[in-house]
């Protein structure tokens, strides 16, 4: 796959409103066109997105309150970074609550439910196929989304859309890999099979067990960077 491709800016301009802002740097956080420790420096935001100080000012303010970016008094805004606890400690989190989520569904489903999840998986298999990771990323978010609101716990869906969005800036890592997009692709199948079967315990086991790479891939880069001094 051509990563560089993947990151390429888009070249059409990009709104200039501060909900556009953020969907536009949290988009390159995702796929890696900013990187953990980047300095976001204002003018040249408001140079790329022609736009004011204060909406830079508040869509940076925004992913501050999102996790993605850190602000520093007299410094300046960051992407953040994570230390080895950070990522174990939020991917412990979003476990339990991914999990709990998983337990809660009650089987069997309707058979509609099901077809729906079925209907985007076969989206998600076609972007893995072709190899366009921002439509798997995308796809992958409504899966899992469509996967949990099945508990029928808005507040519980909340919780896991929010600590997975913390998170963004760790999963680049493992999205640029063709063998861990397969991997997921395959595991969410199994995760279907297994409502097939009201199977819950290896839904909560499939749950788990696949918010595993995506961590222990950023770990790895990350520990290659500090090695390099990147």
């Known amino acids: 796959m051509d990563v560089s491709a993947m990151t390429r800016r888009p070249e059409t301009a990009p709104p200039c409103s501060a909900a556009g802002l953020v969907t536009q740097l949290e988009e390159d956080i995702v796929f890696g066109r900013l990187h953990p420790r980047e300095r976001l420096v204002e003018d040249e935001l408001m140079a790329r997105f022609e736009a004011k100080r204060h909406v830079v000012r508040e869509a940076l303010a925004s992913l501050d309150r999102?996790?993605?970016?850190?602000?520093?008094?007299?410094?300046?805004?960051?992407?953040?970074?994570?230390?080895?606890?950070e990522v174990e400690e939020l991917y412990d989190l979003r476990s339990l609550l991914e999990v709990e989520a998983?337990?809660?569904?009650?089987?069997p489903l309707a058979p509609q439910a099901l077809d729906e999840l079925v209907a985007i998986q076969h989206r998600h298999d076609e972007a893995v196929a072709q190899g366009h990771a921002r439509e798997v990323f995308v796809v992958n978010l409504a899966f899992h989304k469509t996967l949990f609101t099945l508990a029928g716990n808005r507040t519980l869906a909340r919780a896991i859309e929010e600590y997975a969005r913390q998170t963004y800036a760790i999963r680049f890592a493992g999205l640029v890999s063709a063998e861990y997009r397969s991997k997921a692709r395959d595991e969410h199948?199994?995760?279907?099979?297994?409502?097939?079967?009201?199977?819950?315990p290896t839904l909560q086991a499939l749950c788990r067990a696949h918010l595993r790479p995506s961590q222990d891939a950023y770990l790895q880069t990350q520990r290659l960077r500090d090695a390099t001094g990147g």
């Open 102 to 107: 998983a337990r809660q569904i009650a089987l």
């Open 66 to 85: 999102m996790g993605l970016v850190e602000r520093r008094r007299n410094v300046g805004a960051f992407v953040r970074s994570f230390s080895t606890q």
């Open 189 to 200: 199948w199994q995760m279907i099979e297994a409502l097939r079967r009201n199977d819950s």
